[in-house]
């Protein structure tokens, strides 16, 4: 076969390749979705998806993180974990600069904290909220509810995530690795606080007092001490607290207080 005869057959077969995943794509606007799963019946317009679907029923993880032991069906999960690992946040907020590893993250900071749509109001506080369980959640930091108890040490948390993020304690997993120094810690969060230890960055300024901080939870806590803000009330008094823990080591006063008098008041034998 001649030079030119395989450089048609070549530009041939690349037209074929771009006119199936030309019928492909049309397929998406069309509704079409001609590759049915034999197993479930689900349909795709794509024969690679249906692919990937597959592996819900075959159970195959083709896709192995590196630095820990988890597994992913679906190569955009697998790519959203090892940003977890590296550290990567390539998603910026355009309002405040935050940066984030997931998009969806990026859309609920911006919709949490830059939206004015927020009609759900703490009557504690005064902070505003977009959904009636947010506004629940955030409730139960002044009431003191922590309906959420972890099975192996007791401690209790107001939400199920930070219970679950708890508990990876107990069972000595740590899947959030130092790429400088390799040491390793049980959620994403406290790897990015350690990370500052070696960048030394500190962008969050305290308006006030000049004071530095590498998070922004860490900024918003700091300048309750300016604003006099003490969203923490207790129930048993009039008190308030600009901080749970100061709420926690009160309300342990209240208790001492009750198995004091308690104690009195038996009868003696």
Not at 16 to 21: D, E, P
Not at 102 to 125: A, G, I, V, Y
Not at 145 to 155: H, I, N
């Amino acid at each position: 076969m001649s030079i030119y005869q395989n450089e048609v057959l070549e530009r041939v077969s690349s037209a074929r390749v771009k006119s199936s995943n030309l019928f492909s794509h049309i397929d998406t606007h069309q509704g079409l979705k001609p590759h049915v799963c034999d197993l479930c019946g689900k349909a795709y317009s794509h024969q690679g998806t249906l692919q990937q679907h597959k592996r819900l029923h075959t159970g195959e993880r083709p896709y192995q993180c590196p630095f820990c032991e988890k597994s992913y069906i679906w190569s955009s999960d697998f790519r959203k974990h090892i940003r977890t690992h590296t550290g990567e946040k390539p998603y910026t907020c355009e309002e405040c600069g935050k940066d984030f590893v997931r998009s969806s993250d990026l859309r609920k900071h911006e919709r949490n904290m830059h939206t004015n749509n927020k009609p759900f109001l703490c009557k504690q506080c005064g902070q505003t909220f977009n959904k009636p369980l947010s506004l629940l959640r955030h409730e139960r930091k002044h009431l003191g509810e922590r309906p959420f108890v972890c099975p192996e040490c007791g401690k209790a948390f107001a939400l199920a995530s930070r219970m679950t993020e708890h508990r990876k304690i107990h069972s000595s997993v740590r899947p959030y690795t130092c790429s400088v120094c390799s040491k390793a810690f049980t959620k994403s969060s406290n790897l990015a606080e350690h990370l500052t230890v070696h960048s030394g960055v500190r962008p969050h300024k305290c308006s006030e007092c000049g004071v530095a901080f590498a998070m922004v939870s860490r900024l918003v806590r700091h300048q309750r001490i300016h604003t006099a803000v003490r969203p923490y009330h207790c129930q048993g008094c009039d008190m308030s607290f600009s901080y749970l823990a100061a709420l926690k080591r009160h309300q342990k006063q209240h208790e001492e207080e009750v198995l004091n008098k308690s104690s009195v008041s038996l009868p003696l034998e």
